[in-house]
Each structure stands twice: as C-alpha cells, then as structure tokens.
C-alpha cells in the first residue's frame, strides 16, 4: 500500500495558492453559507471497557471473489496476451481480434476452418492461405491482444502455438512482437521447420531497452506459399512468482495487499452459467490447455478456461488463503433447473469427484489426476458452497437439490461446512450465503442488520457485497458506505464467519465493463485501487481477534464504529467512519485496559463523495499513516468530513 499523504497535502495548498483573490473570496463565502468552515458533528463520546469481550471475531472475516466478469481473468488476472486464442470469438467479419497481414508484394486469406483442430476440445481453427510470399514480403495474422499488449524492457515472454501446414514446403512462422505506432519489432522468433501433423512449437520472445507500453500487437507470419492452420496462439510475460501460466503480477500484489483470507471460487453468475451446458464444467477446465474447450461466459464474452480449477486452487495456494469452492448445483440463469433426484445425481457426482480433485491425496482417482497434473499436495478446504444465488431459482427446487447435495457430501466428507445460497425452510445448513448491492445511504440505514439476527441459526457468509457508487471503480462515498457496513459485520463477527467485496476487478477498456463499481481498475500496462479497496485493505490489516464491549452517545447520524482487539497483542483497533461533510469529534474513554501514549492512525480522506482514484490518477485517494499522540484512557480525537480512520493504539 503507497503513503502519500505529503504529496496528497501539498497538491491541495498548490491548487489554493493557483485561486485568484476574487475565487477565493466566492469560494470563502459559499463555504460560510454551507456552514463548512465552521460547522462540526455532535461531539461522540465512546466508551469501550477493553476488558469485556463481547465476543471473538472471525478470523476469516476478509475474503476474496471474483468470476469472469469485467474481463477479470482473460485480459485480467490470467496474463494471457493473445485474445481470442482459439478463435472461437467472431465478431464483424470474421474471427474477433485477428487480422489479416500481408508484407508487401505478399498475399493470402485467413479463414475458419471448422473441419480442422489440434484435439477433440478444439476442432476448428485458423486457416491461412498464402498464395504469394517470401523472406522480404512475408505474409501472416496479427493479433491486437486485450486492449494492447503490455511489453516491458529486457523483458522474456513465453509463447508457444499449435499448427499443421498442408505440406512443409510453408517453412517455419516467423513470431514479432511490434509496436503500434512505431511499426517497429521490438522482439522476435522463428519457429522450427511447420509439419503436416498438428504439434505444439514454443518460441520466447525478449525485449532489449525498450519503452514500456501497450500499444503492441503479435505477428505471425510466413516466407512461402501454402497452407497452414494455426491453434491456441500464447504469450505470456513473467508471472506473480514465477508460476508458470501463472497470474499476473500487480493484482496477485494487490489482492495480497488486501489482507485476504480465502477466496471464494469460481463465482457468481460465472458457476452457473446462463444455461446449463455453460456452467463451469469444472472437468473441461483441467489438463493442457489443448484439451479446454473454453465456454460462454454468462458475461457474454467466451472463456479462454486458461483460469481452471486447478489454477483456481494454485492462486490460493499463491496467496496463501483458503478456498471456498462453490459447485454447480443443477441451476443455471435462465431458470433451467434440475429436478432433485435421479436427474441430479449426475452432478451430485461432478461436486464429490470436484472436491476429491481439491482434497484428495494421491490414492484416489481424482487426487491422482490433480498429482498427474503437477499438484501432488492435496489443497485444505472447510466450507463447499451448493450454487449460487438459488433465491432466483422460483420453482422451490432448491430446498430439496440442497439436500440431496448436503447428504451425499457429508456422507463423504463429514468435516466440510456446507453453504446455502438461499434461507431455507427444512433444514439448518451449516452457513447461509447474504448478497447486498447497494448505495451507500442504505448502508448507512441497514448498518444495525446483524444485530438482532438470532444467533442459533445459521452462521453467515457475506458472499457478495459492496456499495454500487461510481464507475468502473467506486468513489470516496462508496468507500463510506463499504466501511461503515464493515463496522456492522466486524460488531457481528461471531455470527458472520466471512465476507468478500463483489465484483472485484474491472478492465477499465472500453468495453471491458459489464459490471459498474468494481474494486480494482486496471488495462493492460498498470492497475490502481479504488478507494473501497483501500477502505477493506485497512479493515482487514487491523482486524484484531475479539470485540470489546463498547457503547456511543451523541455523534452525527452519519458517524460508525467498529472497536476490536488483540490481546496477545495488547492493541486495541478502533475503526471510524465520518460519512458527513463536516469533521467529528469523539472523546473515547478506554476502561479496563491501558494504552501507550503514541499509536498508529491510518487514515483515508476524500475531499467530496464522488472523488475517486482512476488509471491515469490511481493515488487521490489512498491511506496515509501518522503518529498518533496523547493516548491515555482518555483522550480526545477530531476525524475530518468524508473520512474512514483507524487508530492503532499498543498496550502499554
Ligand atoms: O457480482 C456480480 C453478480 O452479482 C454475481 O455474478 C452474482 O452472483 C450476483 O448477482
């Protein structure tokens, strides 16, 4: 996380100092109108007996999930560079995202060839037909990557294809990595010699002193005539710790920046699918990338799959967290559903055979496969969470589809909790997945929801939630309204065993967002938080282990708190939310439990509700950490208009 407050400090006195005197008296006199210059909140006075815990807070609280929405994993999360891999997008005139390339006297056509594929999964392809060519006018396809292709200095890039020239007459396929201003190669490779088999060939590309920059394109190209068909084209650059076909290197950190503790996968919308033939058919996302079929998304774009289970489960694995993994559980978007019984047991099975492929060691049939496959160690897992958002499901399948999935999985594996997606009437599942969209004014109004929730119920999973304030990524008032809920969650911590912020990436491209209000912004060269995302960074970071008693009188209707507690520690984290646009003062009376005189504050400050961090201006918005002095048992503390703070305060 990057602390900028003195660059956040001096671009506002430079921006006073550029007023004119006549602004300045207007800006003076609207501000006295608006009462901003002198106004406050209620003083809140707080008071927290540090002694009394109320109860434990889970450790699991924050968490992770995303689908393929927003362009998350392809042009996201999985760095591949090449779009439209397989060529099974087809937009106007032909195969999305390929061109035709012909060097000068050269000519040729591409095409798709349904009738010719590397493997079952893929059995169509590209075909080039090249009439004219040679070393000089060489002929091929361009690819113009997810919104550009990100190319680095002194940087190597893995790639690899798969092709089946008619005779081998063609040659070899020469690979460029060139600028798209420029014209000009900034890496090169050639093939071996083409077959007339398909095969695989790989080739690396490396950049020597160049620009950074996304406006680079693949070519692909050849010196001879004839024909050649060409399959899953791939580039990738180095990846978060070196994992091959691995994720990508800034969200990996900025994901870990956030403090998670499991990730939710893999959706969503995304596990369902629209219809049932486009679920995630966790079989078909598992092996060489070659035997993928690839699927719709229910985001109306197709799924690369290069983001399969196994990577799903390498990505928690990379982050060190745990996973809850959702299974398909017979109920698809459109309303296609599969009644309980005979008719579900099929899929019953795919959900055991899928957390066999997760836990299992290597002397059952799927652990086997996931050894073969390059992951001997099994992968920890406590919560299976049965569909998704079964509430839309309106012929009340879902109560007994539940329950067949629920007696066959414990009957095997005893130890998972088991998540519903949607209250159920005849029996208690073991957790109970709550979804909230909302602005942040109703938030602010349903802040108090857990508090009278009956605790002998189901524990809670907040499977999905965040403030849909701003576009792509939220703004400072949605960061308001994200906070002051995480207050509620974290005071109901005993009940709400987890929590985790939905959707959380956007491809800022256009084009790249089906979902407004996203967490992590990013196109193909650089990434930023939005100001939610430093909000849950902070909550997460000061979590603490349990929840003192604590109460608050006075205050402005728009101030929140949360207080926790570490006492292996002996730190006390108080969370605040100042959502009004006048600052608020709290005295905080700290009973039972003595701090040290200086602590730590973090604080995240926007100067109205829509200001917010973009791609070109990812750090308006971001936490700046300062000493905090004078702490004592009783002390008073003053938060700015539009803030979020926490205040770190040691044992003495
Ligand atoms: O997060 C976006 C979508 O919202 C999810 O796919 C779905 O579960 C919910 O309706």
Redesign the pocket.
Known sequence: MRRLGMKIATGQTSAWREMTAATMVQVLMSAALSGVLSAQAPLATLNIQVDKPAHQVSPTLYGLMT?E?NYSYDGGLYPEMVRNRTFQEHGFGGMAHWNIEHGGSSDATMSFDTTEGPSAALPASLLLEVKQADEANQAGIRNEGYWGMAVRPNTTYKGSFYAKAASGDIGSIRVALVGDTSGKEVATATSGGLSSEWKRYEFTLSTGKVEPSSENHLLLTVAHPGKVWIDLVSLFPPTYKGRDGGFRTDLMEMMAGMHPTFLRLP????LEGDQIDERFDWKNTIGPMVGRPTHRSPWNYQSSDGMGLLEFLEWTEDLKIQTVLAVYAGYSLKGDHIHPGPALTPFVDDALDEIEFATGDSSTKWGAMRAKLGHPAPFPIKYVEIG??DWFDRSGSYEGRYAQFYKAIKAKYPQLELIATAPLKRMKPDVLDD?Y?KRADEFFADVKHYDTIDRNGPKIFVG?WATREGSPTTNMGAALGDAAWMTGMERNSDLIVMASY??MFVNVNPGGMQ?ESDLIGYDAMTSYGAPSFYAQAMFAEYLGTEVPTSSVTGGGDRFFYSVTRDPGKGTVYLKLVNASSVAQPLEIDLAGGSVANTGTLVSLAGTNLAETNTISAPSRIVPVKSELKNLGEKFKHTMPPYSVQVLEMRGK
């Open positions: 689908e929405i959706g969503g919308n995304y998704n958002e979804h969209y999905e939905a959707p979902w």
